[in-house]
């Protein structure tokens, strides 16, 4: 269930993963320049009611005459350039937690970013990976977040959500790497490669060539 100030949506897909890229990619993005590991948590809700910003306070204190503007919307709440964490196996994630007491944390990452009317920015928040169950965690991500109902209208709004979200994997993109055993070399210092399968490849044209991409799913997720 995802929360939003009074407002409840159900979920309908939480899922969790990893994304490598490498010097070269990195460096077309206009980032480091160096290679980078980053996760990732996306969560879409289904279309549920929205209620209008002068209302979303003060529902307990309507008059019984006062209407109420209801707008259909489906949030999704998900982080657009990723976070850091310091493990190599997807697994010793279970039990670890990240805290935002800004839009930003010490190491520059965003706090999350959440869709309503606009995509907004989170402005606080914690992510707490509770448990792990084969290849779903369970997660609780609590906070804060800008919303805005027009152009001129906006506020930190809380949030929260609380239920399994699915580990996916991970996936890798690359303009210089181009072989499986390049890219195990460089990738085992952020993920350990043993731990995945791969399950798709593809290139694609780009100015300079040709870039790459593979994509890894988890194996052994009982144990």
Not at 55 to 62: F, M, T
Request: proline letters at 2%; hydrophobic letters at 35%.
């Amino acid at each position: 269930m995802f929360n939003l100030g009074k407002l409840k949506f159900d979920v309908a897909r939480a899922t969790f993963g990893g994304s490598f890229m490498d010097s070269a990619m990195s460096k077309r993005m206009q980032s480091t320049g160096l290679p980078e590991f980053h996760w990732f948590i996306e969560i879409d809700m289904n279309e549920g009611d929205f209620i209008t910003a002068s209302d979303v306070g003060e529902l307990e204190d309507l008059e019984d005459d006062e209407e109420i503007y209801y707008e259909s919307v489906s949030p999704r709440l998900y982080h657009n350039n990723g976070f850091r964490l310091d493990v190599r196996s997807w697994k010793d994630i279970e039990g670890l937690s990240l805290k935002w007491d800004s839009q930003y944390n010490a190491n520059g990452e965003e706090a999350g970013i959440l869709y309503v009317f606009e995509h907004e920015n989170v402005t606080s928040g914690t992510i707490e990976f509770k448990e792990r169950s084969g290849n779903k965690f369970l997660v609780r991500w609590k906070g804060t977040a800008n919303v805005y109902w027009d152009d001129e209208y906006g506020e930190d709004i809380p949030f929260s959500f609380e239920g399994e979200v699915e580990f996916s994997g991970v996936s890798a993109h690359c303009d210089n790497i181009s072989t499986l055993d390049k890219l195990e070399k460089v990738m085992t210092d952020f993920v350990n490669l043993d731990e995945y399968k791969c399950i798709f490849y593809d290139t694609y044209k780009i100015n300079t060539g040709v870039s790459h991409v593979w994509k890894f799913g988890p194996e052994n997720t009982d144990k």
